[in-house]
Structure formats: structure tokens, C-alpha cells
């Protein structure tokens, strides 16, 4: 690695913001934002993301007016725009006149005009206007120096069940199935209950009153649902890419967010943006901290270079169930913890706090006092005086030794599925297990698409990986075949992408050849029921899965000690090709997988930063760009931390010291530089 991308390659920093809506406010506020910015040392607005009714009042009037003033303001004031469109929210003449624009739900009824997020993604007159205000803005916009990079909407998410959307779903059927209704009917398994389909016109989404037990039918209807939605997007982006094809593109993903592949919706952007509100201090903040950065491993891994984040609070939501503003201290390192994951911003929602509506008691930079006396202000700008300082860090890579793959896919069919636990699957509970090991010991983690390429890896992590194509089977055996340790768990390659079982054993496609296993059952376990695994003398607690195993000539690791299973294999290891498949056939409550993934990380010579352990609630990160490594550490606990002994001496970006033991006070964090290859 030796070089820097950034996501704004006309502004190659470090980027501090906010989401900004001064069409709220009487102009006389303008001018006081723009002071109030360079205070908070603030070098950016995301301006114009619900402004749609203010640039178009009436249908095909437009009046950029205040778009105009603003970016010069922000421009003059030395600061940079992210520009929206406005797609996100629809001005009430729009929604009026074409009914259509409204989305429809799973029980058939058209909403009404209210809220946001909720437009039908295939009406062609929802598309055509949005592209045509869309294009308006690139045209006057496009070529502004202020403006840096468009943020195309707002959260695209939701389904909509219109007629038109049930039409193209037809054709994207009838597209992928090559216009062969035995086909579908052969994938989907239709002769299960007499399901049979004469035609594709006959093909309703899945919903209340429709069909839903068709699995293969189901998934389909999600991956139209992140193809339609990718479709609305490029048909936003095309005026972008036609009158400023110089200026970047992203859209703003979500926590935890499970209606669109985001790894498809990625590849039309130019680089990833995402909005992310941890519930802080509610419970125990290691673990929130760490399922933090699990997202910000996600974002950064999508296009595998820096991304935004586009949006945090800088105090606190107003939309959870109890809404309680982050200690002093966590605020600026909860901030920075996007940065030392591959962030090139802290952006926050919202720059000065809306005065009336559902976001009026939401955290902002500017409270409804106006000024700039307050702790949250102060904490913002102790943020950008450090963003300020980090400001060489900005475009640099993450050098990630381990992948964990998550696949929405699997996600769609596990939930789907009638077996196991019915209801709670927990595959992001099982993806963050598997990520904690990493984080706690400080080492870099991507988390990839099935079909990534892993060669640069050393261990990949593949958890729950029911449904398993032929393509990701290949993907898999020829990491391994090629040096590379994979780890795999219960329930893999039981499905294939049509979400039929895979004949012949599991795991399918040719990957019990692979693990040098074959599954045989699964003992679901009811909550509470707890079974044990032995490791070497050492009793591992397990729960929810417990998988029996067939030996093909894989090598056991460890076996249960209780079941009707007991002295069975639980973990085993399988030489294939110049590497190794190692394969978890149960779910532990943590100290198994971290007893084994540690044996294999000093095996495979991948280490943190810091010598020795992380204390508990400390975690280590960093980036580079080939000739400097930068080093992170940061202490999620509101108690100080015992001393950290660096690899090797470092310097402190922050201080200008060299140092090579660090002691973090409650929520600290270190900021290290050192040269790669240079003696220590
Ligand atoms: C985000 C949204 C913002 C604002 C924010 C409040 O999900 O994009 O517009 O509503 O939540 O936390």
C-alpha cells in the first residue's frame, strides 16, 4: 500500500461538518452560522437534503436563491458544501398532482402524503422530476468550487408494492429467468403446495395477502428491491455524472440495516457515507464501542478506501427510547473512532437544532440559545482542533491482515428460513462475536462481500454462512487452496443463491471437501440450555447450536463434552491446498472461538500495535499510506487505563513527543506516527 484515496479528491483533508438547513431559518441567522463555524472549526455543510419545496415551490418554477447565497457564504467563510439532492422528501404539489410518487404498502394501501423516505422507486414520474431538479443542481452547481461531493438523498430505504413496482418485478424475473417459467418454477420449488406459475404476470410480491412461503420468491423480491433502488439512484446520479463528472457521488447507509445489499448499492457510488448513532452508555460501552466499529469496518471495507461519516450526534438522538447525551470525553473520542477506522470526516446531524417539528429536542452544534457557550460546542471544536492535527492521516488505507465476510443475502434467507431458532437467528450477534476478538486485540478487520477478492488476507471468517453459491464456494476453496485460513461455522453452504438445499452433503459446492467434514444435524438448544466443548483440558460454555459432524479427514480440535454428541468433534481443522480450513460446528458464548482465533493469529504472525495485552475496554487501530503507519488507541471506559507499551517508539501527532508508553485517561485516545522500515 503506498498511496491515498480520497473521497473528496478536491478537498484532500480532513472534513468537519454538519447536515445545515438554513432555508429553516430568517437569513438575519445566516451570517452568525457562518461565524459560528469557523469557531467550531467546522470546513463543510451538507446543505439541500430536504430543501426541495424551497428550490421548487411550484411545479417546473424553480428558485435557487438561497442555495446561491449559502454556498457563497459557506465559500467565503472558507468552508466546503456537500450538496444533496432533494429526493428524499417530496414538496406537497408533487405528491398531489402524481399520486403515484407514493409508496404502497404490504397490505396494498397507498400512504398519504406525509413523512420521508417513502417514494415509490419505479414511478417513472417520480424519476423523471427528481432528475430533472437533480439535473438543475449539477448544471449550477456542478462546476462551484465550494461544492466538494453530491450526497445523493437521504437513506434510501423501504419497499413499495405498487402496480408498477409489481410489473418490473415481473420483468426482472422474467429477465433473470430468461423468459422460461419452468425455470423459475424449477429454482423456486414450486410444486411444493401446488404453486406452480403458468405465466409471469401471475407473480405478486410477497406481502400480507400474497405469497410468502416461496423462499426463492422472497429473496428475489429483495434483491429487486436494492436492483430498483440502485436504479432510482443512477437515474439521480446521470445528470451528476453529465455536467460535473469531476465531482464524487455517495449516499448515506445506515446501522444495522437490512432492507438493501448495500455491497451492490456501493459499486454507483464513489465511495461510501454512512450516518451512525450508537446507543452510548446504555449498558456496557466497550460493547457498544466495539459494535461501532464493526459498521465503521463495514463502510470502509465497501469500497476498500476512506469513506464519511456523514452524520453522528454530537450530544444526543431524540429518537431512541430514552435519549441521553454522551459524557464528556466519549463525545470527541466517539467522534474520532470513525476516523481511526478509515473515516476522512466527523459530520454531524445537525448543525443548528430545527425549532419546531419531530427533530426540535435532537442534538446539535447550535442549540436554541444560539451560541457557541456550550459544552457540546466546546466539544465539537476540541474535535476539528484534533481533525486539524490529524489532517495528514486524511486519504490513508487500512491494512486489514483478517476479513469477516457479511452477506445480506444470507441475511435475507437465514431470516427467512423455518428451522433453527425460529425467530432469532442472531447472525449480527454472531458477526459481532467474531469481530470482538479482533477489536479487543487491537488488529485491523475488513468485513467483505462472499465474492471479495481475499487473496491480501491471511485469516478470512465466513460465520453463518447459510447460504453459500457456487461462486462463493469457489471464492472460498481458492483462498484457501492458495495459502490463505478460513474459518467457517455451523450451518454453512446449506443453501444455494435460490435458496434450494444443496445436495449431497454440507457444506455444499465441494466445501466439505474443503473443511474435510460433513454436517450432519443440529441441536437447536432452547434459550438457557447450555452445552460444553473441551479444548485441550479447558470447558467452553455453548448455546443455541450445538452441529454434529461426520469426519472426512479433518483433523479435531476440540470435541463436546456433553449431548447425546459428547467425545464428538466440535472444532476441526482441515490441511487444503497450502492452507487451512478450520470449522466451529457450535456456537460458544465467546472464549472458544477466542482460545482458538488466538492460537492461529500468532500462527499466522498477525499482531496489534502494542506489545503485550490490551487492557480491558482499550482497543488499538490504524491506517498508513505505505511510508508512515498511524497508530490509534483508545480507552472506551470512564476509567483510566493502565500503561500501553508501544511496538516501537512513536510519535505523537498531537504533542510533537516521541513516546513509546501511553496511559489513556477515561475516554482518551493516542494519536501515534512512526516510519515504516526506519529503525526503531
Ligand atoms: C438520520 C437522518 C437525519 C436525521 C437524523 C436524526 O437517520 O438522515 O435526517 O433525521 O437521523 O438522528
Same mark, same amino acid.
Given at each position: 500500500?503506498?498511496?491515498?484515496?480520497?473521497?473528496?479528491?478536491?478537498?484532500?483533508?480532513?472534513?468537519?461538518?454538519?447536515?445545515?438547513?438554513?432555508?429553516?431559518?430568517?437569513?438575519?441567522? *445566516?451570517?452568525?452560522?457562518?461565524?459560528?463555524?469557523?469557531?467550531?472549526?467546522?470546513?463543510?455543510?451538507?446543505?439541500?437534503?430536504?430543501?426541495?419545496?424551497?428550490?421548487?415551490?411550484?411545479?417546473?418554477?424553480?428558485?435557487?436563491?438561497? =442555495?446561491?447565497?449559502?454556498?457563497?457564504?459557506?465559500?467565503?467563510?472558507?468552508?466546503?458544501?456537500?450538496?444533496?439532492?432533494?429526493?428524499?422528501?417530496?414538496?406537497?404539489?408533487?405528491?398531489?398532482?402524481?399520486?403515484?410518487?407514493?409508496?404502497?404498502?404490504?397490505?396494498?394501501?397507498?400512504?398519504?402524503?406525509?413523512?420521508?423516505?417513502?417514494?415509490?422507486?419505479?414511478?417513472?414520474?417520480?424519476?423523471?422530476?427528481?432528475?430533472?431538479?437533480?439535473?438543475?443542481?449539477?448544471?449550477?452547481?456542478?462546476?462551484?468550487?465550494?461544492?466538494?461531493? &453530491?450526497?445523493?438523498?437521504?437513506?434510501?430505504?423501504?419497499?413499495?408494492?405498487?402496480?408498477?413496482?409489481?410489473?418490473?418485478?415481473?420483468?426482472?424475473?422474467?429477465?433473470?429467468?430468461?423468459?422460461?417459467?419452468?425455470?423459475?418454477?424449477?429454482?423456486?420449488?414450486?410444486?411444493?403446495?401446488?404453486?406452480?406459475?403458468?405465466?409471469?404476470?401471475? $407473480?405478486?410480491?410477497?406481502?400480507?395477502?400474497?405469497?410468502?412461503?416461496?423462499?426463492?420468491?422472497?429473496?428475489? &423480491?429483495?434483491?429487486?428491491?436494492?436492483?430498483?433502488? $440502485?436504479?432510482?439512484?443512477?437515474?439521480?446520479?446521470?445528470?451528476?455524472?453529465?455536467?460535473?463528472?469531476?465531482?464524487?457521488?455517495?449516499?448515506?447507509?445506515?446501522?444495522?440495516?437490512?432492507?438493501?445489499?448495500?455491497?451492490?448499492?456501493?459499486?454507483?457510488?464513489?465511495?461510501?457515507?454512512?450516518?451512525?448513532?450508537?446507543?452510548?452508555?446504555?449498558?456496557?460501552?466497550?460493547?457498544?464501542?466495539?459494535?461501532?466499529?464493526? *459498521?465503521?469496518?463495514?463502510?470502509?471495507?465497501?469500497?476498500?478506501?476512506?469513506?464519511?461519516?456523514?452524520?453522528?450526534?454530537?450530544?444526543?438522538?431524540?429518537?431512541?427510547?430514552?435519549?441521553?447525551?454522551?459524557?464528556?470525553?466519549?463525545?470527541? =473520542?466517539?467522534?474520532?473512532?470513525?476516523?481511526?477506522?478509515?473515516?476522512?470526516?466527523?459530520?454531524?446531524?445537525? &448543525?443548528?437544532?430545527?425549532?419546531?417539528?419531530?427533530?426540535?429536542?435532537?442534538?446539535?452544534?447550535?442549540?436554541?440559545?444560539?451560541?457557541?457557550?456550550?459544552?457540546?460546542?466546546?466539544?465539537?471544536?476540541?474535535?476539528?482542533?484534533?481533525?486539524?492535527?490529524?489532517?495528514?492521516?486524511?486519504?490513508? =488505507?487500512?491494512?486489514?491482515?483478517?476479513?469477516?465476510? =457479511?452477506?445480506?443475502?444470507?441475511?435475507?434467507?437465514?431470516?427467512?428460513?423455518?428451522?433453527?431458532?425460529?425467530?432469532?437467528?442472531?447472525?449480527?450477534?454472531?458477526?459481532?462475536?467474531?469481530?470482538?476478538?479482533?477489536?479487543?486485540?487491537?488488529?485491523?478487520?475488513? $468485513?467483505?462481500?462472499?465474492?471479495?477478492?481475499?487473496?491480501?488476507?491471511?485469516?478470512?471468517?465466513?460465520?453463518?454462512?447459510?447460504?453459500?453459491?457456487?461462486?462463493?464456494?469457489?471464492?472460498?476453496?481458492?483462498?484457501?487452496?492458495?495459502?490463505?485460513?478460513?474459518?467457517?461455522?455451523?450451518?454453512?453452504?446449506?443453501?444455494?443463491?435460490?435458496?434450494?438445499?444443496?445436495?449431497?452433503?454440507?457444506?455444499?459446492?465441494?466445501?466439505?471437501?474443503?473443511?474435510?467434514?460433513?454436517?450432519?444435524?443440529?441441536?437447536?438448544?432452547?434459550?438457557?440450555?447450555?452445552?460444553?466443548?473441551?479444548?485441550?483440558?479447558?470447558?467452553?460454555?455453548?448455546?443455541?447450536?450445538?452441529?454434529?459432524?461426520?469426519?472426512?479427514?479433518?483433523?479435531?480440535?476440540?470435541?463436546?463434552?456433553?449431548?447425546?454428541?459428547?467425545?464428538?468433534?466440535?472444532?476441526?481443522?482441515?490441511?487444503?491446498?497450502?492452507?487451512?480450513?478450520?470449522?466451529?460446528?457450535?456456537?460458544?458464548?465467546?472464549?472458544?472461538?477466542?482460545?482458538?482465533?488466538?492460537? &492461529?493469529?500468532?500462527?499466522?504472525?498477525?499482531?496489534?500495535?502494542?506489545?503485550?495485552?490490551?487492557?480491558?475496554?482499550?482497543?488499538?487501530?490504524?491506517?498508513?499510506?505505505?511510508?508512515?503507519?498511524?497508530?490509534?488507541?483508545?480507552?472506551?471506559?470512564?476509567?483510566?487505563?493502565?500503561?500501553?507499551?508501544?511496538?516501537?517508539?512513536?510519535?505523537?501527532?498531537?504533542?510533537?513527543?516521541?513516546?513509546?508508553?501511553?496511559?489513556?485517561?477515561?475516554?482518551?485516545?493516542?494519536?501515534?506516527?512512526?516510519?515504516?522500515?526506519?529503525?526503531?
Amino acid at each position: 500500500m503506498s498511496e491515498k484515496k480520497y473521497p473528496c479528491p478536491s478537498f484532500p483533508h480532513m472534513i468537519h461538518g454538519a447536515d445545515y438547513n438554513p432555508e429553516q431559518w430568517p437569513q438575519e441567522y *445566516w451570517d452568525r452560522d457562518m461565524e459560528l463555524m469557523q469557531q467550531a472549526n467546522c470546513n463543510e455543510m451538507t446543505v439541500g437534503i430536504f430543501a426541495w419545496s424551497t428550490l421548487e415551490p411550484r411545479e417546473g418554477e424553480y428558485d435557487f436563491s438561497y =442555495l446561491d447565497t449559502i454556498i457563497e457564504k459557506i465559500g467565503e467563510a472558507g468552508g466546503k458544501v456537500i450538496l444533496a439532492t432533494p429526493s428524499g422528501a417530496r414538496p406537497r404539489w408533487l405528491a398531489e398532482k402524481y399520486p403515484e410518487v407514493l409508496r404502497v404498502d404490504a397490505q396494498g394501501n397507498r400512504e398519504h402524503i406525509r413523512g420521508r423516505h417513502n417514494h415509490c422507486p419505479t414511478s417513472p414520474v417520480y424519476r423523471q422530476k427528481v432528475r430533472a431538479i437533480n439535473e438543475q443542481l449539477a448544471r449550477r452547481y456542478g462546476n462551484n468550487p465550494t461544492v466538494i461531493a &453530491w450526497h445523493i438523498s437521504n437513506e434510501y430505504s423501504g419497499q413499495c408494492h405498487c402496480p408498477l413496482c409489481q410489473k418490473a418485478f415481473q420483468e426482472y424475473l422474467k429477465e433473470k429467468f430468461h423468459g422460461d417459467i419452468g425455470e423459475l418454477n424449477r429454482a423456486y420449488w414450486t410444486t411444493f403446495w401446488s404453486h406452480t406459475y403458468d405465466r409471469f404476470d401471475q $407473480i405478486e410480491p410477497p406481502g400480507a395477502l400474497t405469497e410468502t412461503g416461496i423462499h426463492g420468491l422472497n429473496l428475489d &423480491w429483495k434483491r429487486f428491491i436494492t436492483r430498483q433502488t $440502485i436504479s432510482f439512484i443512477e437515474n439521480e446520479i446521470a445528470p451528476i455524472r453529465e455536467h460535473c463528472p469531476h465531482l464524487p457521488v455517495t449516499t448515506n447507509m445506515m446501522y444495522e440495516f437490512t432492507d438493501l445489499d448495500y455491497h451492490k448499492v456501493a459499486q454507483v457510488l464513489d465511495f461510501a457515507s454512512w450516518d451512525s448513532y450508537p446507543e452510548w452508555h446504555n449498558g456496557d460501552d466497550t460493547v457498544i464501542a466495539q459494535r461501532a466499529a464493526f *459498521w465503521h469496518d463495514v463502510y470502509r471495507s465497501l469500497k476498500q478506501k476512506p469513506f464519511l461519516l456523514m452524520e453522528s450526534t454530537p450530544s444526543l438522538v431524540n429518537w431512541k427510547p430514552y435519549n441521553k447525551p454522551k459524557a464528556p470525553g466519549l463525545d470527541t =473520542l466517539s467522534s474520532l473512532q470513525a476516523v481511526f477506522h478509515g473515516s476522512d470526516s466527523v459530520q454531524y446531524f445537525q &448543525w443548528r437544532k430545527s425549532r419546531g417539528s419531530s427533530e426540535k429536542l435532537h442534538g446539535s452544534v447550535v442549540g436554541h440559545d444560539g451560541t457557541a457557550d456550550t459544552r457540546v460546542f466546546a466539544s465539537v471544536q476540541r474535535t476539528g482542533d484534533v481533525l486539524r492535527k490529524m489532517d495528514r492521516v486524511a486519504g490513508t =488505507l487500512t491494512d486489514a491482515p483478517v476479513a469477516l465476510i =457479511l452477506d445480506w443475502e444470507n441475511l435475507w434467507a437465514l431470516d427467512d428460513c423455518q428451522g433453527y431458532a425460529q425467530k432469532d437467528k442472531k447472525y449480527f450477534e454472531t458477526l459481532y462475536s467474531y469481530h470482538r476478538v479482533f477489536w479487543e486485540r487491537g488488529i485491523n478487520c475488513d $468485513i467483505v462481500a462472499p465474492d471479495a477478492e481475499l487473496s491480501g488476507y491471511k485469516l478470512v471468517i465466513a460465520p453463518m454462512l447459510y447460504l453459500t453459491s457456487q461462486a462463493t464456494a469457489e471464492n472460498l476453496r481458492a483462498f484457501v487452496a492458495a495459502g490463505g485460513t478460513l474459518y467457517g461455522t455451523y450451518m454453512l453452504g446449506t443453501v444455494d443463491e435460490n435458496d434450494l438445499c444443496h445436495l449431497g452433503g454440507i457444506p455444499g459446492c465441494g466445501l466439505n471437501e474443503v473443511f474435510g467434514i460433513t454436517a450432519e444435524e443440529i441441536d437447536t438448544l432452547y434459550p438457557g440450555e447450555v452445552r460444553h466443548a473441551d479444548l485441550g483440558g479447558k470447558c467452553h460454555r455453548l448455546v443455541d447450536y450445538c452441529e454434529t459432524l461426520r469426519l472426512r479427514d479433518a483433523q479435531v480440535l476440540c470435541s463436546y463434552a456433553d449431548g447425546y454428541y459428547k467425545d464428538t468433534p466440535a472444532v476441526t481443522c482441515h490441511s487444503f491446498g497450502a492452507g487451512h480450513a478450520i470449522y466451529q460446528a457450535c456456537r460458544d458464548e465467546g472464549s472458544l472461538k477466542e482460545e482458538i482465533l488466538e492460537q &492461529w493469529l500468532y500462527k499466522l504472525g498477525i499482531h496489534s500495535e502494542v506489545l503485550g495485552t490490551l487492557p480491558h475496554g482499550v482497543t488499538c487501530h490504524s491506517r498508513t499510506d505505505g511510508r508512515f503507519a498511524y497508530v490509534f488507541l483508545e480507552n472506551y471506559l470512564d476509567q483510566a487505563a493502565p500503561t500501553v507499551q508501544l511496538r516501537q517508539p512513536m510519535t505523537d501527532l498531537i504533542t510533537g513527543e516521541t513516546v513509546e508508553r501511553c496511559a489513556l485517561p477515561p475516554y482518551g485516545y493516542g494519536i501515534f506516527q512512526y516510519e515504516k522500515g526506519a529503525k526503531p
